[in-house]
């Protein structure tokens, strides 16, 4: 009767139901009271719940066992944390203290509180809790474990933090950023916690696993993320992909691209279909170390593989072609930007136009100069800066250079939409004339 009033919550006939049980003089047990505690808790009930688990022995005469212990260690502990601090404490330390009273913990109990020293920012006690399993022979539960190496992650990048200093020294005073480099570091913990529930045969989430490695290749630790994931690959290959891409990434931003390589090759050995982003670093890589060739092969296999490049990955291409001076496929490439609709940096296109030139081809040169005024013509366009447009277009018919017909049509869409038709009409007739 308990369960099925708490599951519709309909906590005030509970609490009639319990005191006509204590007016006729009749018995409550233990795993109805364990019963109403767990529903309160998760109806945010706390204050209530954790009453009437003071009351059991004086006014129901129940002595609690240990599923009345977990589910009030439940509550307290897995509660969302208010912006009151103080309150905050509160429930942490009467959790502890009900722990404290059970005379044999078991797992549910060390991994609630384990919970909710992780909930509450107590990182180290956390930590004391999962030594202290670990010694006596137990297994926290899975939730446990993302808590605690989560908490260690958060806790590792809050303190690591850059904080600002103030120089007053000079004349003119100012600020610069300065890494907490003196505060404590989390990650050792968090790998040796990882190590040890993988000898216990237990193994985090995939996020969790995510910010481990993040925080690890952040902190430069690369050898050891590279360990974490080539665990995690015999373990849950199918959520193995976002790892190595963060791994690849910051093994590029530290030039080991030889490692950077490797790690893509295993990528596509299991069978993986990288993403935009793992492809742009390693290119982005290889071109600045010079390897060239090897870029190509990461840029076929790319588009091979239906993944398209940005306009970021053509940029570092051509910027590649141009440093050895291969103006053909520079050239080609800054086409096939133009046909997409993207407008190169404007020192993206003057290196090229530069090599064109240099090497006699100005046809080619007044072919890309044409290409990126008409795409500077469609983005005003687009973006509805009629008075741009419409500048842009008048020193284009000056020069003698004439937009297509699709960009005439974008450009009379535009200013009839706007309600400018005749001024569209006006010019595009100096066109036909």
Known sequence: MAD????????????????????????????????????????????????????MESLF???????????????????????????????????????????????????????????????????????????VGMTPTRSAINNLIGGLCDENSERLRCEKLRINDHRRPFSIMVPNIAKRSYIEPAIEVFKKVCELGLFPSAFVLNMLVFELCRVRELDEALDIVRIA???????????????????????????????????????????????????????????????????????KNKCDPDSVTYTVMIHGYCRVEKWEAAYGLLLEMFGMG???????????????????????????????????????????????????????????VYPPIYTRDLFERAFQKAGKYHVAREILEKIQR
């Open 342 to 400: 993207w407008s190169p940096h404007f020192h993206t296109y003057s290196w090229v136009d530069d090599i064109v030139r240099k090497n006699g081809r100005d046809d080619l040169a007044l072919k890309l100069e044409r290409k990126l005024e008409i795409q500077v013509l469609q983005s005003h366009c687009k973006a509805g800066r009629l008075e741009a447009a419409h500048k842009k277009l008048g020193s284009m018919i000056e020069r003698g």
């Open 61 to 135: 005469n129940c002595s609690p066992d240990n599923l009345v212990f977990n589910n009030m260690l439940y509550v307290l502990c897995k509660k969302a944390a208010s912006d009151d601090q103080s309150l905050n404490l509160g429930s942490i330390d009467s959790a502890f203290s009900i722990f404290k009273r059970m005379e044999c913990p078991d797992t549910y109990s060390y991994s609630n509180l384990l919970i909710g020293f992780c909930q509450f920012g107590k990182i180290d006690r956390a930590l004391d809790v999962f030594n202290e399993m670990v010694k």
């Open 233 to 303: 690959e015999t373990r849950d290959k199918a959520h193995v992909l976002d790892m190595y891409t963060i791994v690849i990434r910051a093994l590029c931003k530290v030039r080991r691209v030889d490692e950077a390589r490797e790690s893509f090759d295993r990528v596509i050995l299991l069978g993986l279909q990288p993403k935009l982003a793992l492809y742009s670093s390693l290119i982005c890589a290889l071109c600045k170390i010079g390897s060239l060739v090897e870029a190509e092969r990461v840029f076929d296999a790319m588009r």
């Open 4 to 55: 099925y009033l708490c599951r519709r919550k309909l906590f005030d006939d509970l609490r009639c139901l319990l005191k006509t049980v204590l007016s006729v003089k009749g018995s409550v047990n233990a795993r109805t009271l364990s019963i109403c505690i767990r529903f309160l808790g998760r109806d945010g009930r706390v204050d209530e719940a954790l009453s009437l688990f003071q009351e």
